[in-house]
């Protein structure tokens, strides 16, 4: 295999009429990279080809090189397949699209802006308000486009002299900056008690927060897409407290450290994270913590990882800069309800859990949470699509017209698709509370009005009671449009494919917690062969009862009881389990047929002792891959049954496992086999199937060590391999996957899709 790769590459900002394409044109040809570049309505789209080390230099070079007057608002790359360029061009602007206005995602705090926020001298020293056209908030503020000041939230706030004639002036900075501010006529901040009393305002209010933060209290911040919940991060009874009332077990907590000098005392950081970490959407960045971070414990219990943001707006600068070290900062809600975005409600939600408020007089229009990013196998992969990446499309080719996708019901985002533009939404969470189903049916209202579209297709799932398949049959019915239903994993594997731009045939791996399949079984363990128009189910886990349904995510050990009982009937049972498990198993009540691998995980975790107590889904599976020993080379052996679909029997494992705890083989050595032997199934079956190109996806492949393991062992056997970059793997990605099926199922005059799955 060639080791020439093709990246496309995505800019927006003010990169159009400064030079930035022949820049452009002369770092890829001083790199030796094949190529073009080319102007579009959706921003400057570069394609380029080299090897991966080249492009990584590119990639970096493209910021720190750019031309003075260039400013890079938003930069998202994937990394494809090579095309076979020859040589490095500039193309011809394309005006594709109607032209419609792109509203950009909140941009952190630019470094002109920062300079002033720091300078005594200035007139904005110490403002947290601060921007310019080249920073600051713009999804979060935005009430409908255009996007002029009057459209945003701004629009209350009067420009003061000095403001207006920046505003006015095209030579300065801040020309025609909506959100420009400053001390004289912008937003102020205040310090509240939780019963709305004003206890300190402007930078009083920042000294306040910071020494109440200093005494290990907790603080709720107003920031740029909701309210955050801060305490310091080496203090841990402070800590301990805020997972307590929070209702916040285990569950790792997000910092925020001040420089990225501070984050390089808490974790390793290669070159390519530090570029994610200092990136202008500032997520939050998944970085293997050093052993000698000096962090309170219970920050992210037995986790080799940190979840690290750095400050994106002024607010979290000053902050930050004053409280000196790492602060936890994590969602301002309740469990895993949506975040609070104004200060009533966060007096009101989260009035039992902070101290004290910081809190602001700029309102919100909608939500957006920090956004979660991780680099795997030399990639960018998104974990969580918030702020800083929503609204920005993916595109995608497709025919049919406006297509709405609802998604799924874990980690819910919404899509909407306009021409080859989709728009994913943020964030919006598990659809389980009255307060995350208002925000979901807000947003969906929300993408409509905010480009001025309605829907005339919906994409929904195939589940019956998720309530975004309620909402999704009603609402086709209310407006007489057609709604097609996808099945889960499918549509995990289409999200995939549309965004690594691979077409049929391709065989997907899609493993994950739960998902309704064709069948009315639980799928989650599956290989699925992507077609033209639809797909074929080419091989699937053993089935075993999941005692409790749903119910069993947070009850790994029920779980393990539902996998002891397909392979021993009652013996499976000890006089401690509960009986009505027990009887849950006998008489096949509320216990679906489930194929899932996240599930088994869960069992296989327990069954080894390592998920005594779980108190979030995945925990289960991320302690077991944590545990495994990553020099152990051994599998277990497992079986294939012949058919259509092969049927991939885990049964031999399980005997392994217990046969290695007989043994007293370290749980360490189990763990590692236990994933080695998924990646030899996983090879096992694409040789089978015969299909070169694998795609890896599902809530499963953010498991590091199966994924790049998987991986490394798939190319070595000479396949092409496939994984998320830019969507999540997990449900976050979904809506995009429906979006797809939404779109052969149109291009099929409606009739296929069905059909094709019922078989
Ligand atoms: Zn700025
Ligand atoms: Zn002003
Ligand atoms: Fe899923």
Redesign the pocket.
């Not at 601060?130 to 600051?136: H, K, P, S, V």
């Given at each position: 295999m060639s080791d020439r790769i093709r990246i496309r590459v995505i800019i927006r900002g003010a990169v159009q009429g400064v030079g930035f394409r022949p820049f452009v044109f002369r770092l890829a040809t001083r790199l030796g990279l094949t190529g073009y570049v080319v102007n579009s309505m959706e921003g400057v789209i570069i394609e380029a080809e080299g090897t991966k080390h080249r492009l990584d230099d590119f990639l970096i070079c493209i910021r720190t090189e750019r031309p003075p007057k260039a400013s890079i608002q938003s930069c998202e790359y994937s990394l494809l397949d090579p095309a076979g360029f020859s040589n490095f061009e500039i193309r011809e602007s394309v005006g594709r699209g109607k032209g419609r206005a792109l509203v950009l995602p909140d941009i952190a705090?630019?470094a002109?802006?920062l300079a002033e926020v720091f300078d005594p001298a200035n007139r904005r020293y110490l403002y947290p308000f601060?921007?310019?056209?080249?920073?600051?908030p713009r999804f979060t503020i935005i009430e409908r486009l255009p996007y002029d000041r009057a459209n945003t939230t701004m629009r209350v706030f009067t420009m003061c002299e000095d403001c207006r004639s920046e505003y006015d002036d095209p030579a300065d900075?801040r020309f025609h900056a909506q959100p420009n501010a400053c001390p004289q006529c912008g937003p102020h901040v205040e310090a509240w008690l939780a019963n709305g009393q004003t206890v300190a305002s402007g930078t009083e209010a920042i000294r306040f927060v910071t020494e109440t933060l200093k005494r290990g209290q907790i603080v709720a911040v107003k920031g740029i897409g909701g309210f955050q919940l801060m305490v310091d991060a080496m203090n841990e009874a402070a800590v301990l407290r805020l997972r307590r009332l929070k209702h916040r077990e285990q569950k790792p907590f997000a910092l925020m450290a001040p420089f990225v000098r501070v984050v390089q005392t808490l974790c390793l950081l290669d070159p390519l994270e530090e570029r994610v970490l200092t990136a202008t959407e500032a997520p939050i960045v998944l970085l293997t913590r050093r052993k000698d971070a000096a962090l309170a414990a219970s920050i992210a219990p037995s986790n080799p990882y940190l979840g690290v943001m750095l400050p994106y707006s002024p607010l979290h600068h000053i902050l930050l800069r004053e409280t000196g070290g790492p602060v936890v900062a994590t969602s301002g809600n309740q469990a895993d309800e949506p975040i609070a975005i104004d200060e009533q409600d966060a007096c009101r939600r989260l009035g039992a859990i902070a101290d004290v408020f910081l809190v602001h007089d700029r309102r919100i229009q909608r939500h957006a949470d920090d956004s979660i990013v991780r680099i795997i196998l030399g990639r960018e992969q998104v974990l969580r699509r918030a702020r800083g990446y929503a609204p920005l499309p993916v595109f995608v080719n497709r025919r049919a017209g406006v297509t709405l996708a609802v998604g799924g019901h874990l980690k819910n985002t919404v899509a909407l698709a306009m021409d080859s533009n989709v728009f994913i939404s943020q964030h919006i969470g598990d659809l389980e509370t009255h307060e995350a189903n208002t925000s979901f049916t807000r947003v969906i209202d929300d993408l409509q009005t905010l480009y001025g579209t309605v829907p005339e297709v919906i994409g929904c799932d195939m589940h019956p009671d998720y309530r975004s398949s309620i909402h999704a049959v009603s609402m086709a019915s209310r407006r007489a449009i057609p709604l097609f239903r996808a099945q889960h994993h499918w549509a995990h594997l289409l999200a995939c494919m549309a965004e690594n731009n691979i077409d049929a045939p391709a065989l997907g791996v899609v493993w994950d917690g739960t998902g309704f399949g064709v069948d009315g079984t639980v799928w989650g363990g599956e290989f699925l062969l992507a077609m033209d128009i639809g797909f074929r189910r080419a091989a699937h886990f053993r089935y075993f009862p999941l005692p409790g349904g749903d119910a069993a995510i947070k009850r790994p050990r029920q779980t393990m009881l539902g996998v002891l009982y397909e392979l021993l009937g009652s013996q499976a049972f000890t006089d401690e389990d509960p009986q009505l498990v027990r009887q849950m198993l006998d008489k096949r009540i509320r216990s679906p047929k489930t194929s899932s691998v996240g599930r088994l995980f869960d069992a296989v975790a327990c069954l080894v002792g390592l998920s005594n107590q779980v108190s979030f889904e995945g925990q289960a599976a991320m302690a077991l891959e944590f545990a495994a020993d990553r020099s152990v080379t051994e599998s277990y052996p497992y079986g294939i049954r012949p058919g259509m679909p092969l049927v991939v029997d885990w049964e031999p494992i399980i005997r392994g496992v217990m046969g290695d705890l007989g043994m007293r083989v370290p749980t360490e050595t189990i763990a590692a086999k236990f994933h080695n032997t998924l990646v030899e199934i996983i090879v096992a079956v694409a040789e089978r199937i015969g299909q070169r190109r694998i795609v890896l996806t599902g809530g499963c492949f953010q498991n590091r060590y199966l994924t790049e393991r998987a991986v490394q062992r798939l190319v070595q056997q000479g396949f092409a391999c496939y994984w998320n970059q830019r969507v999540p793997p997990n449900d976050g990605g979904i809506a995009l996957g429906q979006i797809i099926a939404a779109d052969l199922a149109f291009q099929q005059e409606h009739s296929c899709v069905l059909q094709f799955q019922a078989k």
């Open positions: 705090t630019c002109d802006c601060t921007n310019c056209t080249n920073c600051g900075r």
